[in-house]
């Protein structure tokens, strides 16, 4: 699994898929899964049931699909019922690796077989009986759970991180697993579901498929909870300089948002993590996970509104469900959300942040 653009539909697991609904017409960020007979997606990433699925018996697949203009890397799914599904990724080599999964898929389909995938990195079919979101919050217990520490590696600096060897003599300790072998395919299982992230380059190659396995059993290979107040210490790159007192606060949203860049004035899509006391909003690439941000929003003192336009927005097709924050230095940012329900709960979130947060 790994991360694409989905219009209107919901999330899960390690891939961010956009995909565009048939009714709305429009697109939104969801977590997505390869399962054996098609592609489930879901609201959120620790749902434990589905929103809804694209069947891949009969499917075609049309890469690349030129449906809309300017907008890069879709793909698109049609179903026998004549139903047409889009999917946009984030950069070429995240579309080419479901363009051949999905392929793969509709071709065991096809000869009557059930899609088998290679790799762990995809979803591990686990008992009914084990809940991962209640084993994710018994990790995170505080007296009983995994131990988050401050550990250096590679010259870095990780802060509320632990190593894979620690989750899996967890599991084994608190009885949750029998033997090693257990422990690696429960941790697994939390990593590909988004519970847990890596850290580092180790762990983080691991999880995109240079290593055998997804999570590494090893003391070197370091991960962090997914809500975690995670962060590696070092220089940021991009227009803001981030310090390290900034990742303290609170998780209170989190989400992707398109944001206009101040130099070039072009759109990206950028993973916003908004926290409170102190008050910032740092937001991330992506592909590239959360190790290190691009920038950084002191939003102490700031203002939030929503916008109709924005200043040389129309040469990019940028339109609809707009926002804009203006800092206390007079720096304006200009975002997009997916929808207006989305853009209402990012403006209420950040006006609370702004006003309570130091």
């Known amino acids: 699994m790994c991360p694409l653009l989905f219009p209107t539909r919901p999330h899960r697991s390690l891939l961010a898929l956009s995909t565009q609904g048939t009714v709305l017409n429009s697109w939104k960020v969801v977590w997505v899964v390869l399962a054996d007979d098609g592609i489930e997606f879901y609201k959120k990433k620790t749902d434990s049931s589905p929103k809804g699925m694209v069947p891949l018996k009969g499917a075609t697949l049309l890469s690349p699909c030129q449906d809309f203009g300017k907008r890069m890397l879709v793909f698109k799914i049609s179903t026998p019922k004549k139903q047409d599904h889009f999917f946009q990724a984030t950069h070429l080599q995240e579309r080419e690796a479901w363009i051949k999964d999905i392929k793969r898929a509709i071709t065991c389909l096809e000869g009557g077989k059930k899609f088998a995938r290679k790799s762990t990195r995809r979803s591990i079919r686990l008992p009914e009986t084990i809940n991962l979101g209640e084993l994710y919050t018994s ?83 370091l991960y962090y909870f997914a809500d975690s107040g995670f962060f590696c210490e ?36 950028r993973k916003f993590i908004l926290r409170d006391d102190p008050a910032y909003m740092h937001y991330y690439d992506p592909t590239k996970g959360e190790d290190e941000p691009l920038g950084a929003i002191h939003l102490r003192g700031s203002v939030v509104t929503a916008v109709e336009y924005v200043p040389d927005a129309k040469k990019y097709d940028v339109d609809g469900n707009l926002f804009e924050i203006i800092t206390s230095d007079e720096t304006h940012y200009f975002l997009q959300a997916a929808t207006s329900e989305e853009r209402k709960e990012w403006i209420q979130a950040i006006q609370i942040v702004s006003k309570t947060g130091k």
């Open 139 to 221: 990790m995170k217990d505080q007296d009983s759970g995994v131990k988050e520490l401050k550990l250096e590696k590679d010259k870095r600096v990780f802060n509320h991180c632990f190593t894979g060897s620690t989750v899996v003599d967890w599991l084994m300790s608190n009885n949750r697993a029998r033997n090693r072998d257990e422990g690696l395919m429960l941790a697994t299982a939390l990593l590909n579901e988004g519970y847990l992230q890596a850290a580092g380059d180790l762990s983080k190659g691991a999880a995109e498929g240079v290593s055998e396995c997804v999570l590494l059993d090893q003391p070197d290979a």
């Open 234 to 269: 070092g220089y940021s790159s991009d227009e803001d300089v981030v310090l390290k007192e900034e990742f303290r606060g609170a998780v209170i949203k989190q989400g992707c948002l398109l944001k206009q860049g101040h130099r070039r004035k072009n759109w990206k899509v």
